[in-house]
């Protein structure tokens, strides 16, 4: 039996000026895959030197510079995400965002998956479970708003694009677009992108507003929804604890004169069903195997 090997591949920039843990997410997946392939836009810091440094010969870098002209959906993301995946030359591509990071233990896991499901054709990808931190280390978010799950690794041999950067679409023989036929691994992603200090939060909404054709708002950790915020009573990552020491937002106030939008108080609804129905309704952009 022939040894399924895996492409890991990201874009990134300006991740130190962002607050991104982009090098701990690096080192996360590195010992699983046999390339990275890291998509480097021109930036205004170091994050390129940052990634030089590290002197890892697994490390392919490519850098880019960006269209500052397009703001469509995040097609800007779609671009740099595709130029990272299209020069993959592994059986799997594994997409893991400068925010995300896994955990040791899962990886011999994650690795056994690939294996397992490298020639069965009925399966397209593989999904990940979801923690979404959100304030500090200690507390994520549990609401239909944001994903439980979610596919990151997709094989390499089928044809696949990502139209906005968030999630694959499969073009099969006819040339119609649908999305890929994954397999759950019972793995988790660990998504630092919401305990972030404040200052870097509001860097991220003013950069991604601009390639999302919307408006910045100013944010604040307080304002949210106290329903959809759970106690993380598990262990994180080792290869990110001095980030979290170092960088993350160590707590925050919720705002108890916030008024719940519309949106959320659909949310708190669907959370309701779901609790009934013992379902996830959560939007998934891949149909369960």
């Known amino acids: 039996m022939n040894t399924s090997t895996i492409s890991g591949f990201t874009f990134i920039r300006n991740g130190v000026e962002l607050g991104y843990p982009f090098i701990e997410s690096i080192k996360s997946l590195l010992p699983i895959v046999e390339e990275f392939v890291i998509v480097v836009g021109k930036s ?7 990634i030089k440094a590290l002197n890892e010969p697994k490390i392919r870098i490519i850098e880019t510079i960006w269209n500052e002209k397009m703001s469509e959906k995040g097609f800007v993301y779609a671009q740099q995400k595709m130029i990272a995946q299209y020069s993959c030359v592994c059986d799997w591509a594994f997409y893991l965002e400068g925010d995300e990071v896994l955990h040791e233990d899962d990886l011999l896991k994650i690795k056994e998956t690939a294996q ?25 978010l549990d609401s239909p708003a944001w994903y439980k799950t979610e596919a990151r690794i997709i094989k390499n041999s089928i044809r696949s694009y ?12 006819y040339k119609k677009g649908r999305i890929p036929k994954a397999k759950l691994i019972d793995a988790y992603i660990y998504h630092y992108g919401y305990v972030r200090h404040s200052d870097y939060m509001q860097q ?25 915020l759970k106690q993380f009573t598990g262990t ?16 925050f106030s919720f705002n108890p004169d916030y008024q719940l939008s519309n949106r959320e108080k659909k949310h708190r609804l669907v ?10 309704l959560s939007k998934k952009h891949y149909h369960l195997i």
């Open 44 to 50: 205004s810091d170091n994050t390129l030197e940052l």
């Open 116 to 140: 397992i499901y490298h020639h069965d054709d009925n399966v397209e990808a593989l999904a990940f479970n979801y923690f979404h931190f959100y304030g500090d280390k200690n507390t994520y």
């Open 162 to 173: 990502a139209p906005d950067g968030l999630f694959w679409v499969i073009m099969d023989k």
């Open 204 to 228: 991220k909404i003013n950069q991604v507003s601009k390639y999302w054709e919307s408006e910045a708002v100013k944010f604040d950790y307080g304002n949210i929804d106290n329903q959809t």
């Open 236 to 251: 994180h990552p080792k290869i990110v604890k001095d980030w979290l020491n170092r960088e993350a937002q160590q707590n």
């Open 271 to 280: 959370r309701k069903i779901e609790k009934l129905l013992s379902m996830d």
